[in-house]
């Protein structure tokens, strides 16, 4: 059931506050990212307020900040310069139908399997995109060439981040009734204003005026020749937002201490590009830094993300004259204590206490989310990570043997038996010097994959060969069904046959 989370005032007041500290933040964002996408800035600023709230009402994690990302807005760049920008929103459209067919298909349980040092090179990969993302505020444009800042308005500009960063710090050990960003980025507008202090400000950005957005239905062909152009970057997209949103709730859920549903996740994303998709924007998904600010001004419930989607639509067709005197330093500012506070600096002390396996992967990743992508970057560390696992799994099989009461030579297979481990699992028997009768024990071993099935039926086949009788007891029902070539050799206690169950979480 839909709840705002809040039942008292001061709730209220602290999520709506929060959510005004995001809205003001939310702008320069997402104008950045429709350049970056080559479409016009409303384009994204429509985005982020319909794919904000959408997420916000429907997602499953309260608390949390959607948008217009960088990370989908790299992918768009040659789907716009190609095909235009009713291209774009038809793939929106089919970037949400595909999100949402992944949470009714329960897809979202699958984000536990990105390992710890993986999810640590994406905090640390992204404090970085976000860092180097605001070095664009510290260019001028100099008849027509964008130009590094240097002398008096490198000086001011970069006085009025120290401004800000530290009112941000200090001012919580005064007070916490206003969200400290807030507070910095009111200070430091009204002192640019009321100085007539030479700055840059949002409004250098582009102008945020505009009107509500309106339905409009992709102006594109409905044939097979528009899917096969729009489907591929749709699962690109919908790939993309969905990690980037559920490595977010989960870096949430471990700040907070409670628990997001990722699969109710999936299906807001996908309901949010997919009416976004029809009003005109960019699509989205969930973004950190934003989700980091409102976490940190008090926002931990659904309000926060409402009430910033819906200040920021109030900044598009009432204030955008006020928006735009902002300077870029405060915003600066606030990302930048992003950054610090999204960093896990813990890494480094960690580093030569954990296996160098970890490690590279923690080093890979954050490399890979600066060189690349976000997705690019989870997918890698999580496939060098399943390697390393399997390599070091592999070393485990092993068997003790002994001749039981019967005269037969028993086997205990001791590790996992899987595609990493069948090479060695071969070279542990002999044939040609066991006795006539031997037996394999597989209780202290687990049969993993259909690569285990095939070393065991080939094993079968050498003790044939060999002229010898083999039984292999207490393997798990899926195996006995499958080795068939085995026959009636596959000697088994039911009573004591291991069960293997798939798990299920009723709460993704």
Known sequence: MFSLGCDNRVCVQNEVLSGLTVALALVPEAIAFAFIAGVDPLVG?????????????????????SGATGAMAVVMVALVADNGVEYLFATVVLTGILQILAGALKLGKFIRIVPHPVMLGFVNGLAIVIFLAQMKSFQVDVDGTMQWMSGQPLMIFGGLIALTMAIIHFLPKLTTAVPSSLVAIVVVSLLVIGLNIDTNTVGDLASIKGSLPAFHMPLVPLNFETLKIIFPYAIILAAIGLIESLLTLTLIDEITNTRGRGNRECVGQGI????????????????????????????????????????LLAFILFASSLIEQIPMAALVGVMFIVVIGTFEWSSFRIFGKIPRHDAFVIVLVSGVTVASDLAMAVVVGVIVSALVFAWEHAKHINVTDYIDENGSKVYELNGPLFFGSVKNFRELFVPENDPDDVIIEFKNSRVSDHSAIEAIDNLAERYIKAGKKLHLRHLSVECKQLLDKAGNMVEVNRMEDPSYHVADDKLA
């Open 45 to 65: 600023l429509y985005a982020a307020f319909m794919v904000g709230l959408l997420a916000s009402i429907f997602g499953g994690r309260p608390g949390m900040i």
């Open 272 to 311: 949010a590009n997919t009416v976004t998709g029809f009003f005109g924007g960019m699509g989205g998904c969930a973004m950190i830094g934003q989700s980091m600010i409102n976490v940190n001004s008090g926002g931990h419930q659904r309000l926060s993300g409402i009430s910033a989607a819906l200040f």
